[in-house]
Each structure stands twice: as structure tokens, then as C-alpha cells.
T-cell receptor
Framework: ETGVTQSPTHLIKTRGQQVTLRCSSQSGHNTVSWYQQALGQGPQFIFQYYREEENGRGNFPPRFSGLQFPNYSSELNVNALELDDSALYLC???????????????FGPGTRLTVL | LAKTTQPISMDSYEGQEVNITCSHNNIATNDYITWYQQFPSQGPRFIIQ???TKVTNEVASLFIPADRKSSTLSLPRVSLSDTAVYYCLVAPLSSARQLTFGSGTQLTVLP
């Protein structure tokens, strides 16, 4: 069983640029959530995708957008990067729907984004 | 979403049992209590989840009193590798759309 993978591992961008982060969910999982984790803080929920549809969104501006593909992999896009976007971006997959637990999410290792 | 409060940090020694308590006074009837562990530069890892009384797995135990306004994560005989941040979360089981992480508890295990 393959775990959650994310790419790239590290990324450096300058203010105003755009970035795309990628996530492959764990085999059999149909739900992907994205989180932003600033240094010394807990992860903050950005949004979740369930079967290619957005299934909830946290308090993040529209320049944070996402996509989920038919194979349940996902992308996080951030436009017009700001210095405060520097953080660890985590992807988590889970098996959603029915009585499945959204609370047991399997996290990837994250992408460390630095905005200069 | 119910707010949780847990200690910022705790120290322990190898071989000791560690108990981390989390307060969640506004927990709702359909909320479950979930604990995650996070090592530096890694994503959080699910440890244990429960609704009431006691839950035990191969890693930890979770104690939940009858009023469910708090919970205690118990780690038996900790080792240096248990040094990590531990997060307590409260959310509905099947309708949760997000996990709300607080700042967590930094557990440091000393030799």
C-alpha cells in the first residue's frame, strides 16, 4: 500500500509568483485535504476535495485554489504569492463518504514553500 | 467546532508514563476526540480516537470521562523517539470537513 506522497519537497519562489503543489493520495482513498502549517503552529485547513468536488474550505483567500483528478490525486495552486505564504503545505488523504471517518487522515511529508 | 486547550509543553524521562490532558468544554454530542502526533518536518500521524470511556491501541490509551469535557492521552513507557508535538482534535466522525488543529503539546523525552 503506497502512502501519501507530495512534490516537490522544497520550493523557493518570489513574491507575486504562482506555485503548484502536488499530492498523490493513499491507495483507495477518495478524499484529499490541504493544510498550511506555519513555523511553530498547528496545521490550518485550506480545503478538501471529495470525488473531484470541493467539500469544504477554510479561511483562505480565493488565490488559494485546488483540483482533484479522477485518480484522486490533487493539486494546490497559489497565485500572487505573499511573504506570509511561506509555510509547510501538507496534503492528507482519507476515505470519505458513508460512515467512514474523516478524522483519520493520512498526511504526506509536506512541501516546504519559501517566498522571498 | 469545539475549541481545545492543552499544555504548551511537557518534559518526561525515558521509561515513564506520560499523560497529556486536553480540555474541550464545548464538545458536541456527535463529536469524537482524536489525537495526532507530529515529528519535525513531517506530516501529523493519527494516534487514537474515541467517543467515551477508554480506548486502547498498540500505541496509546485515551481516557474520556463521562462528561466528555476533557480527555487524556496516555503514552506508556515513553522513549526518546516519542519526542514530538501532540495535537488533540474534536470533530464529528462522518460529517467533518476539516480538522482543526490547535498549537499542540510539545513533549520532550529526556534520557
Amino acid at each position: 500500500e503506497t502512502g501519501v506522497t507530495q512534490s516537490p519537497t522544497h520550493l523557493i519562489k518570489t513574491r507575486g509568483q504562482q506555485v503548484t503543489l502536488r499530492c498523490s493520495s493513499q491507495s483507495g482513498h477518495n478524499t484529499v485535504s490541504w493544510y498550511q502549517q506555519a513555523l511553530g503552529q498547528g496545521p490550518q485547513f485550506i480545503f478538501q476535495y471529495y470525488r473531484e468536488e470541493e467539500n469544504g474550505r477554510g479561511n483562505f483567500p480565493p488565490r488559494f485554489s485546488g483540483l482533484q483528478f479522477p485518480n484522486y490525486s490533487s493539486e494546490l495552486n497559489v497565485n500572487a504569492l505573499e511573504l506570509d505564504d511561506s509555510a509547510l503545505y501538507l496534503c492528507a488523504s482519507s476515505l470519505g463518504g458513508g460512515q467512514s471517518s474523516y478524522n483519520e487522515q493520512f498526511f504526506g511529508p509536506g512541501t516546504r514553500l519559501t517566498v522571498l | 467546532l469545539a475549541k481545545t486547550t492543552q499544555p504548551i509543553s511537557m518534559d518526561s524521562y525515558e521509561g515513564q508514563e506520560v499523560n497529556i490532558t486536553c480540555s474541550h468544554n464545548n464538545i458536541a454530542t456527535n463529536d469524537y476526540i482524536t489525537w495526532y502526533q507530529q515529528f519535525p518536518s513531517q506530516g501529523p500521524r493519527f494516534i487514537i480516537q474515541g467517543y467515551k470511556t477508554k480506548v486502547t491501541n498498540e500505541v496509546a490509551s485515551l481516557f474520556i470521562p463521562a462528561d466528555r469535557k476533557s480527555s487524556t492521552l496516555s503514552l506508556p513507557r515513553v522513549s526518546l523517539s516519542d519526542t514530538a508535538v501532540y495535537y488533540c482534535l474534536v470533530a464529528p466522525l462522518s460529517s467533518a470537513r476539516q480538522l482543526t488543529f490547535g498549537s499542540g503539546t510539545q513533549l520532550t523525552v529526556l534520557p
